[in-house]
């Protein structure tokens, strides 16, 4: 099986553009989250849908949205990029089934660099 | 989500066993222990999960006390592959179905280098 793919691997942006970002998660897998992981340090949480829904959001600005398709993929879009926002963008699915020591499965990232 | 401390890296040289010490001193009853590896430009990768006591898969262990206010990941026979970053997670990870995102809260992490 297929690990969890995301696309593009590289992307160059400038202040102002907006930036989409896609995920495809293990065949199964019901449930995908977004982080970011800015260099240097420990990737965190933007988002987690599951079964199309949004189920969580971390602490990040209302320029950064997400969504869910019936296919399970997701797409993180970030509007009016930030300097700040130049980070590796990381795409984690798991199953879900309810199991409260589920391991999540992540994807090698999109690395965002906004100039 | 308990807070963790690890330390902020650490040297071995190739076949030793390494020991890497989390504490998480507010850890709650129903938080799990898990520890993830990333290597630069991917993912963090799942290595073990343990509540109590003693885990031990095909890559590594994970020991953890009676009063659960610290763990140990324990690599045997490092290599020079197992230089990584590597992650202490502390966390109950609700059920989907309860409306809370099951969210994990990575900490700086413990720069783990392989010398030969």
């Known amino acids: 099986d297929a690990g969890v793919t995301q696309s593009p691997t590289h992307l160059i942006k400038t202040r102002g553009q907006h930036v989409t970002l896609r995920c495809s998660p293990i065949?199964?897998?019901?449930?995908v989250s977004w982080y970011q992981q800015v260099l240097g340090q420990g990737p965190q949480f933007i988002f987690q849908y599951y079964e199309k829904e949004e189920r969580g959001r971390g602490n990040f600005p209302d320029r950064f949205s997400a969504r869910q398709f019936p296919n399970y993929s997701s797409e993180l879009n970030v509007n009016a990029l930030l300097l700040g926002d130049s980070a590796l963008y990381l795409c984690?699915?798991?199953?879900?089934?309810?199991?409260?020591?589920?391991?999540?499965?992540f994807g090698s990232g999109t690395q965002l660099s906004v100039l | 989500l308990a807070k963790t401390t690890q330390p902020i890296s650490m040297d071995s040289y190739e076949g030793q066993e390494v020991n890497i010490t989390c504490s998480h001193n507010n850890i709650a009853t129903n938080d799990y222990i898990t520890w993830y590896q990333q290597f630069p430009s991917q993912g963090p990768r799942f290595i073990i999960q343990g509540y109590k006591t003693k885990v031990t898969n095909e890559v590594a262990s994970l020991f953890i006390p009676a009063d659960r206010k610290s763990s140990t990941l324990s690599l045997p026979r490092v290599s020079l592959s197992d230089t990584a970053v590597y992650y202490c997670?502390?966390?109950?990870?609700?059920?989907?179905?309860?409306?809370?995102?099951?969210?994990?809260?990575f900490g700086s992490g413990t720069q783990l280098t392989v010398l030969p």
């Open positions: 997670l502390v966390g109950d990870f609700p059920l989907i179905s309860s409306g809370s995102a099951r969210q994990l809260t």
């Open positions: 065949s199964g897998h019901k449930s």
């Open positions: 984690a699915s798991s199953l879900n089934r309810g199991r409260v020591n589920e391991k999540l499965f």
